[in-house]
């Protein structure tokens, strides 16, 4: 495996954070690490770079970090919030005069056919999004030079994948994990995990839940991700975590 660079475009949950409307001491806060677009993650080789999940922030995430190419986008799952921003891809295609990659389970290809319908059809309206689908299972892949292993989870009844990357693993929009999938992530140097709030979620792991989690799997450096307005001040909570736990936020980076 080469070395890889993960950066997070977002840290929040589905509805970002602030939230709309809201006035709570989170959404009203001046620390930037309080400003949480929805949950993705950009990883880089020297010579492949891809990103986990197309939020409703897409656009802005790639203006954002200046982005000018993308190989590929892989997908955990088809909820609204992971998949929203695909039909920005459009600009890409434009430059790279070519489809995008598209790696995703069979319940997201359903979903983006469903939703994002018009990128599917036989006869396609000039400059709609530019797709090339790629069916992924169980069974480890490449993007290029980076080899994928995916990790099935759950999200209450729904199986999400979560990724491995060498060292590193990646899994968001989770609240139970079988045995024989936590036996992929045993030996990964990072995680990072989703933890929504601090109080009970049928489909997210709580705080709670996610330090266990981490301290049952042996991982020795962790980030939370997929944040609620609820979990807190950012600097207040982080404060509280156990040595080798963070929580996120938008923009940290880290090499693999
Ligand atoms: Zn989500
Ligand atoms: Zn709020
Ligand atoms: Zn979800």
Redesign the pocket.
């Known amino acids: 495996m080469p070395p890889i660079r993960i950066t997070f475009l977002g840290t929040g949950t589905?509805s970002g954070v602030p939230m709309i409307a809201c006035d709570c001491a989170v959404c009203l806060s001046s620390d930037p690490r309080d400003n949480r677009l929805r949950s993705s993650v950009m990883v880089e080789s020297a010579g492949t770079r891809f990103v986990i999940d197309t939020t409703p922030d897409f656009r802005y995430q790639m203006l954002r970090l200046k982005i000018r190419h993308m190989d590929a986008l892989l997908f955990?799952?088809?909820?609204k919030?992971?998949i929203a921003g695909l039909d920005d891809v459009r600009a890409f295609n434009f430059f790279s005069q070519k489809p995008m990659d598209v790696y995703a389970n069979y319940l997201t290809e359903e979903a983006l056919r469903r939703d994002f319908y018009y990128a599917f059809s036989d006869t396609k309206y000039p400059g709609v999004p530019e797709l090339e689908l790629h069916l992924i299972d169980k069974s480890p892949f490449m993007i290029g030079d980076i080899t994928v292993i995916p990790i099935e989870v759950w999200?209450l009844r729904?199986p999400?994948m979560g990724f491995r990357i060498g060292d590193f693993t990646y899994i968001?929009?989770a609240n139970r994990i079988e045995d024989s999938e936590k036996e992929k992530i045993r030996g990964s140097s990072i995680i990072v995990l989703n933890a929504l709030r601090k109080e009970k979620h049928i489909?997210?792991f709580n705080l709670r839940e996610a330090i266990d989690l981490v301290k049952e799997l042996g991982v020795p450096k962790a980030y939370f991700t997929?944040i609620s307005h609820q979990l807190g001040l950012h600097q207040e909570i982080n404060a509280e975590l156990p040595e080798g736990i963070e929580l996120s936020y938008d923009g940290l980076t880290f090499s693999v």
């Open positions: 589905s955990t799952h088809p909820h919030d992971h999200h729904m999400v968001t929009d489909s997210h997929h």
